[in-house]
């Protein structure tokens, strides 16, 4: 959509509220938690609102040995009660299928493309394929490799092909370029797509309408109004059965490097030239570069880490963060983190 050319707003306007073209969503790490609690009930949701096609199914695909009916109730527990026994609540359920597979075997992507074949047939989805990885970091490159290898990657006579990849991408600089370049010897760029599923909240969506489209607060957002901002994320649970990635993570890097980055670059940006995603992209770039480097010294007086212990919450008593599953008992990653930056910039 751009702010110049009204044909582009109106060709958005017209597409708006219309379901997606046929496709699968191979969804890797499909019994992980990120899968269950976020992936299915925003695909539940696009179900309801009747913004899934009809030739749309989603294999999931993991090394836990599973039955088709153990996966479809283990993907829905997070789902909403009230919607059981639905026509939106069977359409979608239907439209989950489960292959078991280890990510470095070669075997599992012949029978993915073999089980790809399979649906297909069944829905119509005209072998186009959304690959995602719901995964730990260290599976991206050999699922990717694989897939290049397999020949899944491949697109050709129209069908499309895409790899959906989560944060953390990378530890560093360098690992990230790294993974960046391994990624590129397969795929093409407009294949990749590099994802925070944060973007997804509605309040974040509407950080740009509310400020550039507010004729009250546009005006006064700015160093001469505005002391500081805060932004916060709080979680209301703990780890939980995240130990294992999380413990090699911690709060730092796990949320903000993309979530809160993503934030504060929303928060400070100048107006983009248009809504497209490399205009606004290269906004949020201006202000990331903008963002004073913090010296040693600073770390010390500008950062602080931090790790909950045990505690009450909501009236039950909760367990430290050293008890979590897949967490060592003496462990010093952080699950809280705080920092005071300092953007060097006109506004």
Known sequence: MSLSDGSEVDDELEHA??????????????????????????????EKAHLLPREFAVLGVAIDELSLDDFRKKAT?????????????????????????????????????????AIDQQYGTGQNYLFYMATAPKFFCEIVRQLGRSGLSKQENGRWRRVVIEKPFGQDLES???????????????????????LGKETVQNIMVFRFGNGIFEPIWNRRYIDHVAITNAETVGVELRGGYFDNAGTLRDMVPNHMMQLISLTAMEPPASFSADAVRDEQAKVLNAIQLLSSEDVLHQAIRGQYGEGVLQKEKVQSYRSEPGVSPDSKTETFVAMKLNIDNWR
């Open 17 to 46: 509220g219309k379901s997606a073209g046929p496709c699968v969503m191979v969804v890797f790490g499909a019994t992980g938690d990120l899968t269950m609690r976020k992936l299915v009930p925003a695909l539940y949701n696009l």
């Open 77 to 117: 527990r997070f789902l909403q009660a009230e919607d059981h026994g639905s026509e939106a609540w069977d359409r979608f359920q239907q439209s989950l299928h489960y292959l078991r597979g280890d990510f470095g075997d070669p075997a599992t992507y012949a029978k993915l493309a073999e089980t790809l074949t």
């Open 176 to 198: 990230a370029l790294a993974l960046n370049q391994n990624i590129k010897a397969v795929l093409s760029e407009n294949q990749i797509y590099r994802i925070d599923h944060y």
